[in-house]
């Protein structure tokens, strides 16, 4: 079975930074779009970043716009989430997520989804 295990949550303060790395087992992701949600405590699980199968297109929330960057490892199909300028709001459980056609916002039912990884930022 395919297996999605994402790493590099934590603690971390205001205006501090984290990288989240996706690591696939199982199967190659090349030929999939690739992406991150988060939820918190209490609310719907929601869109942070995406990447499209080619790699070549991105998208991000309003929310993270200009502080997160989502890239992917062709080697090993890493997929990252480097979060910079982190606010208190940012803190929810990350999860990484693998379909084969789109992510997309409002839609949940995708194939392949991670364990989750903590992020917590202090004030």
């Known amino acids: 079975q395919v297996q999605l295990v994402e790493s590099g949550g934590g603690l971390v303060q205001a205006g501090g930074s984290l990288r989240l790395s996706c690591v696939p087992s199982g199967r190659t992701f090349s030929n999939y779009a690739m992406g991150w949600f988060r939820q918190a405590p209490g609310k719907e699980r929601e869109i942070v970043a995406t990447?499209?199968?080619?790699?070549?297109?991105?998208y991000y929330a309003d929310s993270v716009k200009g502080r997160f960057t989502i890239s992917r490892d062709n080697a090993n199909y890493t997929i990252y989430l480097q979060m910079n300028s982190l606010k208190p709001e940012d803190t929810a459980v990350y999860y990484c997520?693998?379909?084969?056609?789109?992510?997309?916002?409002?839609?949940?039912?995708?194939?392949?989804w991670g364990q989750g990884t903590q992020v917590a930022v202090s004030s």
């Open positions: 990447i499209s199968r080619s790699g070549g297109n991105t």
């Open positions: 997520v693998a379909d084969s056609l789109r992510i997309v916002s409002g839609y949940l039912k995708y194939n392949y």
